[in-house]
């Protein structure tokens, strides 16, 4: 038994069961399980025999441990890559073709990787920045949006059905146990005019139909959609105050964002593009606001901008990853002053605790927010005064 041979037996368990056996893998997960093979698994180990695998010959591996483009695997991905391989032996002792998990020692942890530092930003959008990232998203505009402020996961938001969603004065969705990461129920307030072109979409749609269906009326393929839409979308938007300024031959402000370890430079709305923007909007002849409008990108051969509101104070940002929707939603519900469990429901974490573990730096402001307001509180209470020393 070679692992190739181990490795079709297994993919095709977990797509039926799942690794835990207690329900199907979820289709981004299928993915992430052919990636790993394809990119990391295969290439070393497709025609090697079981039985002839070693600890050592695992480590080696992982040492060794290459990116699709040739560099040197991140600590991330050599964890991921030793994750699914691991589960794949453990399959394989379960099915009595080797008799121990060689990627385990012999008291069942596994091989260790090193520690995941990851310097990755997680982008956290501001609300006119999603707004305009859904814009530059066309059709998909509602997709993006929804997902922005709700934080569902990409295998919930994308298998979401008409019966999941309850409109009216207070809408919200419900995201059922069999997709949510943490196999609970939970139900998400979904704000009331993005729920209304949710409703619109639907139109006279049985309860069985696609929220956001893919154009041949399926699930969306997360890949297809990233490629197709969701990245160009991401590229435009997150460049939008560059492009103007490009076209209007204007050098203004800059922002600094932070970018991993390191700092990045992004083109922010200032005085003198604001001051340009009039000179254009006279040069062609339409209203002189302060804001671009669909007029004014057409008259800069800018159509594909057309959706795109600029203010003064506004400032280009990181491309975002789908998942940073997730990181936007939770971000706005804390600046909106939403509360820790709340906050937990639109994560679909499993407790409050890894809430606060991973979003905790966002309440920073709060905390002085409430002392303030504590504060006040104080000082319209009768009979209260400070000592004088």
């Not at 799942?18 to 993915?31: D, F």
């Not at 180990?45 to 990116?67: C, H, K, P, S, Y």
């Not at 006119?128 to 996961?153: K, M, Y």
């Amino acid at each position: 038994m070679t692992v190739g041979m181990a490795w079709g037996k297994w993919i095709e368990r977990v797509a039926a069961k799942g690794a835990r056996g207690n329900r199907p893998a979820s289709q981004k997960t299928l993915e992430d399980y052919e990636f790993n093979w394809e990119h990391y698994v295969r290439p070393r180990w497709e025609f090697t025999a079981l039985a002839n695998i070693t600890r050592g010959l695992v480590e080696e591996w992982l040492d060794g441990l290459a990116t699709p483009a040739g560099k040197p695997a991140s600590t991330y991905g050599k964890d991921r890559a030793a994750k699914y391989f691991t589960r794949l032996l453990d399959y394989a002792v379960v099915e009595g073709w080797v008799p121990i998990n060689p990627a385990r020692d012999r008291a069942g942890g596994k091989i260790a990787t090193p520690e995941v530092e990851s310097s990755k930003t997680q982008v956290r959008l501001t609300l006119p920045q999603l707004v305009r990232l859904a814009a530059c998203a066309g059709e998909w505009q509602t997709f993006v949006l929804f997902t922005g402020l709700t934080g569902l996961r990409w295998g919930e938001v994308s298998t979401l059905r008409r019966k999941h969603f309850e409109f009216g004065d207070t809408p919200s969705v419900v995201v059922e146990k069999a997709v949510a990461k943490t196999r609970k129920q939970r139900e998400v307030p979904v704000p009331k005019s993005v729920a209304a072109l949710v409703e619109e979409s639907f139109g006279g749609a049985a309860p069985e139909a696609l929220a956001f269906p893919s154009p041949t009326g399926r699930v969306l393929d997360s890949k297809n959609f990233a490629n197709r839409h969701y990245r160009p979308a991401g590229r435009l938007a997150s460049s939008a105050v560059k492009t103007l300024q490009h076209a209007l031959r204007v050098t203004d402000k800059q922002k600094r964002v932070q970018d991993g370890d390191t700092f990045k430079l992004v083109a922010e709305f200032g005085g003198k593009t604001l001051e340009a923007l009039h000179r254009a909007q006279k040069s062609a002849g339409i209203s002189v606001v302060d804001q671009t409008t669909p007029d004014l990108w057409h008259a800069l051969g800018l159509a594909e901008l057309e959706r795109v509101v600029l203010v003064p104070g506004d400032s280009d940002f990181l491309v975002p990853t789908f998942h940073n929707l997730r990181h936007t939603a939770v971000s706005l519900a804390i600046s909106a002053g939403a509360n820790i469990k709340l906050v937990q429901r639109i994560a679909g974490h499993a407790s409050a605790t890894m809430t606060l573990d991973v979003y905790g730096d966002l309440f920073d402001d709060d905390l002085h927010d409430s002392a303030k307001r504590l504060n006040e509180a104080l000082q319209e209470v009768g009979g209260f005064a400070l000592a004088s020393n």
